[in-house]
């Protein structure tokens, strides 16, 4: 790449002094913009590009090809070679490259990703590499389906994406215009003033107590009254449990169903069925959490799906706008003390350089679960990588699942282990 853009750095400074010493001639006018030529190769917007009458065109063409040609050469030879099918998409299953070294990726060096990932530390179940459509590498139970905790807030808010488009859901509604409480202890006033976009993007300023939430999450919460709604960011399960009520209100449908009928079936999920949604609850709230069991097969298609603006073998499943939403952060949220990137529709997304560590590549987002599960979406590579971790709970209920997301590594070193693996995996793509 670098040598890529020393090459049409040099194509620029040449074609710029080409066009400087015609322009003398008096009959060429030049444009505002001297590198608006490039524009398909990356380089400014063209503006006001014009050529007037002049006994120079023909030159000026032919230098200018004379020059493009060994850059287009030299750009074959050093990008990956594309193995995707022409809409990039898989059919019934996945498909797998049968030989990764073809198309620039080192064999050792997913070996290595693969031996680091099958280390005790980092507790990988599965993990699925997918480029432009296809599986690069895969290995572990990429079949099996296990609760993905906290990734079920990115699944829903593809749901929410569908369904505000479509005007069932008015996401500046606030808590009070939709008759939202709480028991045993009710809302306030204010706190009813929070607007489902609030929830959301974590802002809601409701800090009620929840039934299933980590040791961390419980001592992190503020004080109730402490923020307005939409002011302050805090990773809030009651804004994300209540943001499963609101929907199944509003749609008059099961989340399961509608994840299924809406998402899983139009984009050619193998394993998922309503039934893979589980609710459970307790004493502290109404508002139950809801979990999806979901195999990694399955969950790099949703990823896969957003890599694709939301399409699908041409149809529009969820709305670009969402997703545009979704991926791009406009502040650093904090916890601890500690950036955390951004934090927009129930997605975590890049900001300031700040996502995994490790990695730093514009535009990427993630959805993330509790205990190592991610879906990371690299749109610079075409790129989607699921991992796994098989934290499944023997048990469906609150006391069960808060005891095994306790025991997971703190959140931060989990985020370590995966930048590190990402890492290893995209230092084996020879030829990015």
Not at 49 to 73: D, E, G, I, K, M
Not at 251 to 265: N, S, W
Not at 269 to 288: K, N, R, T
Request: overall charge neutral.
């Amino acid at each position: 790449m670098k040598r890529i853009m020393a090459r049409l750095q040099s194509l620029n400074a040449s074609l710029v002094s080409v066009l400087s010493e015609l322009a003398t001639w008096g009959n060429l006018v030049t444009m505002d913009n001297p590198d608006a030529h490039l524009s398909n190769l990356g380089s400014d917007c063209v503006r006001n590009r014009r050529l007037r009458r002049s006994p120079v065109p023909t030159l000026v063409f032919f230098l200018f090809c004379v020059q493009l040609f060994p850059f287009a050469n030299l750009a074959a030879q050093s990008a990956p070679a594309r193995t995707e099918s022409p809409d990039g998409f898989p059919s019934k299953s996945w498909r797998t490259l049968s030989s990764p070294e073809k198309y620039g990726w080192s064999k050792e060096k997913l070996s290595a990703a693969q031996a680091y990932a099958n280390a005790d530390s980092i507790h990988t179940s599965a993990v699925m590499v997918v480029q432009g459509g296809e599986v690069v590498d895969q290995w572990g139970d990429f079949d099996k389906k296990i609760d993905c905790y906290s990734i079920r807030k990115s699944l829903l808010s593809a749901l929410y994406g569908i369904y505000s488009a479509e005007g069932v859901i008015d996401v500046n509604q606030t808590l009070e215009q939709l008759g939202i409480d709480d028991s045993p202890d009710p809302l306030t006033k204010e706190e009813k003033q929070a607007r489902v976009v609030d929830l959301l993007r974590a802002r809601s300023g409701v800090y009620h107590p929840v039934d299933f939430e980590t040791e961390s999450m419980r001592k992190s919460r503020p004080a109730r009254g402490s923020h307005a709604p939409g002011t302050f960011w805090y990773y809030n399960n009651w804004d994300f449990d209540v943001l499963g009520t609101i929907f199944e209100k509003k749609t008059g449908l099961k989340i399961g169903d509608a994840f299924y009928q809406r998402v899983a079936k139009p984009i050619g999920m193998e394993d998922f069925q309503p039934s893979d949604v589980f609710y459970f609850g307790g004493p502290l709230s109404i508002h139950p959490a809801y979990h999806f069991e979901i195999t990694a097969r399955d969950m790099a298609r949703f990823g896969l799906l957003y890599l694709r603006h939301g399409r699908w073998n041409g149809k529009q499943i969820v709305p670009e706008a969402w997703i545009e939403k979704s991926s791009h952060a406009n502040e650093m949220v904090k916890s601890d003390g500690a950036d955390h990137g951004g934090y927009e529709y129930l997605w975590w997304v890049d900001y300031g350089g700040v996502h995994f560590p490790e990695v730093s590549l514009p535009g990427i987002y993630s959805a993330r679960g509790n205990g190592a599960h991610y879906i990371f979406i690299i749109p610079t590579l075409d790129m989607v990588i699921v991992h796994r971790t098989d934290n499944d709970p023997p048990v469906k209920d609150a006391r069960t699942i808060t005891e095994i997301a306790n025991r997971a590594s703190p959140a931060s070193e989990n985020r370590a282990q995966f930048g590190h693996l990402v890492k290893l995996i995209l230092d084996a793509q020879t030829s990015h």
